[in-house]
């Protein structure tokens, strides 16, 4: 099982990006995902998450300017970042809780996407 991500780039203040990432692989069933960050020089911390009842939770920061949405059908999660602030400058990396064939439950994390926002 493996996680993909892509979808970073350079974005002026004010603008709008989106992600995705696509989970691949020996899966069954696929439970929570959701999308961390990591600025240089701080913690990874928690963006958003979607469970398969599409119950959402996002940190303060970006209640209203980020949505998350999953594809159940594909194993992706995507997620909206609108009205980008240079704070939102990190690297961004996706997270899923994936019950494989064997029925065997693991965090799988993708690689990072880095977002940069500034002018």
């Known amino acids: 099982v493996q996680l993909q991500a892509c979808g970073g780039g350079l974005v002026q203040p004010g603008g709008s990006l989106g992600l995705s990432c696509v989970a691949s692989?020996?899966?069954?069933?696929?439970?929570?995902m959701g999308w961390y960050r990591q600025a240089p020089g701080k913690q990874r911390e928690l963006v958003a998450t979607?469970?398969?009842?599409?119950?959402?939770n996002y940190a303060e920061s970006v209640k209203g300017r980020f949505t998350i949405s999953r594809d159940n059908m594909k194993n992706m999660v995507y997620l909206q970042m609108n009205s980008l602030k240079p704070e939102d400058t990190a690297v961004y990396s996706c997270?899923?809780?994936?019950?494989?064939?064997?029925?065997?439950?693991?965090?799988?994390w993708g690689q990072g996407t880095e977002l940069t926002v500034s002018s």
């Open positions: 997270h899923a809780r994936i019950a494989d064939h064997g029925l065997v439950t693991g965090d799988y």
């Open positions: 979607i469970n398969r009842a599409e119950d959402r």
């Open positions: 692989g020996s899966i069954f069933s696929v439970d929570i």
